[in-house]
């Protein structure tokens, strides 16, 4: 692959920035991992996750059984951080309009069988997947790769005394990984109302996900007349 895109070339790069993303959240936070073996163990696959803290994307790498390469926007690219996220594989992208190294390198992640991992949402929110933009179910659709819903939960609850824009250290956080689904509806269209119908489709699972995974880790009060899930469910 292409420098721009730089997931191929940095293949091994994204092993190694998994295992520094281990060292950190395992040493600096108790994260709580639920379902990892819902991600399938070869293949392409997406990875959506929800996103209410800047903390959320490293979690996901040091947590998933599997190396990630991340969609992030371009402001994170500076300084020093530029060439280290090149270098553990992770893609630069432009939120100001259609960026095609972006998407090429996406697409050729997912072409040599790699995972990657996208913010649906496009920014840092409530992380509820309350409104999705539209490339997560072009790239779900273009490549046919199963899309696996991530929950991180507990990362934005609280703030660390020591240091304010962290989540307080040694502290729980939950990542729920949920069933891997397809998000196209076999036709194989890319029209605009595929994608549109696609969105539709995923946006219903991804919230599923979620409400099922604060249900479950107990974050969330259970719906009346339903059987609470637990930990177990997920092991």
Known sequence: MSEAGGAT??????????RIGIGLMYGL??????GAWRVPAAG????????????????????????VHFLIKQE???????PFLRGIGQLKVDRSGPDRT?????????????????????????????????????????SGAPIVPVAVLGSAERRSRAIRALPP????????????FEAGDG??????????????RIQERLAAHLADARRLTGRHGVIPGETPRTPRDFE
């Open 169 to 180: 250290l040694r502290s729980r956080v939950d990542v729920v990984f949920g069933d891997a």
């Open 29 to 34: 936070w108790k994260p709580r991992v639920l």
């Open 76 to 82: 994170a690219f500076v300084g020093p951080l530029d």
């Open 187 to 200: 036709s194989g269209r890319r029209t605009r109302t595929a994608l549109d119908q696609a969105t539709v």
């Open 9 to 18: 070339a940095s293949a091994s790069g994204a092993a190694v920035g998994r």
């Open 102 to 142: 972006a998407i090429t390198g996406a697409l050729e992640v997912l072409e040599h069988g790699g995972v990657l991992g996208i913010f649906p949402e496009g920014t840092r929110g409530e992380g509820d997947f309350a409104s999705l933009r539209a490339g997560l179910a072009y790239f779900a659709v273009r």
């Open 44 to 67: 392409p696959v997406i990875m959506a996750v929800n996103h209410s803290h800047n903390v959320d994307g490293p979690m996901l790498m040091g947590t998933a059984p599997r190396p």
